[in-house]
């Protein structure tokens, strides 16, 4: 090799090394910025702020994530819960219960809108105790037509005893007390006299009467409101009516039995009266017109005989009339009269032991009803099967005064001491729960004689006071105080 090649080679080496010194090296900040993104997305928010403070590559990079993440957040946004069709979110809340649905209806004004809607709730309202309004008689008793929702938690409350109680009215002397309940007044019988009572929007009943009537001169022991008139019977033999509406005296009729009249009932759309007494008779009336006098008259059509006295009757839309009797001497307790012709159909009851009086009645449909009596037990009849189908029996042996119904599911009895109440579910075969109403002084023991009943009240009557149980978790004394000021 020659000295030329060598220094030849000694420059290519100089001018190589040269080169290299002035090329930078390549660092972490060299890199492209999705690719710094894309590492520093890895980091915790402490050790971002940190690489943002220490370089402004580092500070751009997360300023690039945050865009990128914002437009990631819009675009999700765009399918969240809310932002489906209202009629979609109906079909994914109804796979939901009751305690997710009340979570569910906290979120939004939206979501509780929509998990109040009746579609949600309508089966179960159908299935709510004493609060389904099914029974067109039973909602007519009612103040108002509930929601679905409404519907089902007042049967929560029913089915638990959930309950406001409070003493409406209290009387100095002891009588037989009758009830009668319509959407804006509640009628009661003290005495001779029939006191109605207008009531408040939350249940509870004003304490001033709007009107009074005074026909008899004896008390009266059972009357009805029907088809706008009040028919009462008393143990003067008397028969008479007003009309519910003014108050407006329209008959009576006097000694129309040789006994106090027990028993009473209006059908055929307020123009045929049923009466029954003591005296083991069972009259029909029909009411016409007087011509002379302007005024109603009842004319007695039918005359039937049933062998013992008389304590309940009850006509329903076929005709049918039931009788309850006192059940002595081998006289069957139920007997079943065509209202028309006044023949006997159906006797039921033979089975029963001697006495089984029936002191109350109520149809349920035009093949059932309800009776209970003196032998402490509650029975569904049905006179298809021409006896008995269910039976409810009073734990305590005590005599069933008398009973409310929803006519779906729900009975309420009164027993013969101490105020007792007693509320059935008639889906099962044992009662509910017992309430006592309070009676018009302390240690007093009376028979619970009349009851009353809609969605959300039930109204009893002692010997000496007038107790209301509410259900819809208003307390009418409070709401009073409310208005008042």
């Known amino acids: ?65 945050e865009i990128t993440n914002h437009v990631a957040d819009t675009n999700d946004n765009m399918l969240r819960l809310d932002s489906l069709p209202s009629d979609v979110l109906l079909t994914l809340f109804k796979f939901l219960d009751r305690p997710s649905l009340g979570n569910v209806a906290q979120v939004c004004s939206r979501f509780r809108d929509i998990s109040y809607s009746d579609t949600l709730w309508i089966e179960a309202s159908r299935k709510a105790l004493a609060s389904n ?56 019988s003290w005495g001779n006299r029939i006191w109605c009572h207008p009531r408040l929007p939350d249940g509870g009943i004003a304490k001033t009467t709007s009107r009074m009537l005074r026909a008899h001169s004896d008390d009266v022991s059972k009357f009805v409101v029907s088809e706008g008139m009040v028919v009462s019977g008393g143990r003067d033999r008397s028969l ?21 009249i027990t028993a009473i009932d209006v059908t055929g759309r307020g123009g045929v009266l049923v009466t029954g007494s003591r005296d083991k008779n069972v009259l029909v009336w029909n009411i016409q017109e007087d011509p002379d006098r302007d005024a109603l008259m009842p004319v007695p059509v039918q005359r039937t005989c049933v062998e013992d006295r008389v304590w309940s009757v009850a006509a329903n839309d076929l005709g049918l009339l039931a009788v309850g009797t006192a059940g002595t001497k081998g006289v069957p307790p139920l007997r079943l009269y065509d209202l028309a012709s006044g023949t006997n159909v159906l006797d039921m009851g033979t089975e029963l032991k001697n006495g089984a009086g029936m002191l109350d009645l109520a149809w349920l449909s035009s093949s059932t009803f309800l009776a209970c009596g003196y032998d402490t037990f509650t029975r569904l009849w049905d006179t298809r099967c021409r006896t008995y189908v269910r039976s409810w029996e009073e734990p305590f042996d005590e005599s069933v005064y008398c009973l409310a119904t929803d006519k779906v599911n729900c009975l309420v009895t009164g027993t013969s001491r101490h105020g007792r109440v ?10 509910l729960y017992m309430k006592y109403a309070a009676p018009a002084r302390r240690g007093q023991s009376s028979p619970v004689y009349s009851m009353a009943m809609d969605a959300a009240n039930l109204y009893v009557a002692l010997d000496q006071s007038l107790n209301h149980f509410g259900f819809s978790g208003k307390d009418p004394k409070r709401q009073m105080r409310i208005r008042r000021y």
Request: proline content about 4%.
């Open 422 to 431: 007693r509320v059935w579910d008639m889906r099962t075969s044992g009662y």
């Open 240 to 260: 008479c009516a007003w009309s519910a509406n003014s108050g407006q005296f329209l008959f009576a009729r006097r000694y129309c039995h040789g006994g106090e």
């Open 1 to 65: 090799m020659s000295a030329l090649d060598l220094a030849q080679i000694s420059d290519c080496l100089r001018r190589i090394s040269s080169a290299q010194i002035r090329k930078p090296r390549v660092t972490i900040h060299s890199l492209p910025s999705p690719v710094l993104g894309h590492i520093l997305s890895f980091c915790d928010p402490g050790a971002r702020k940190a690489a943002a403070k220490a370089s402004h590559c580092f500070s751009a990079a997360l300023a690039e994530i």
């Open 133 to 188: 309004q099914l029974d067109p008689a039973s909602l007519a008793r009612c103040q108002e037509t509930l929601t679905a929702r409404d519907k089902v938690k007042l049967g929560v409350a029913w089915m638990q005893g959930d309950t406001i109680e409070s003493l409406v009215a209290v009387q100095n002397n002891k009588f037989m007390p009758r009830l009668q309940l319509e959407a804006k007044r509640l009628w009661v």
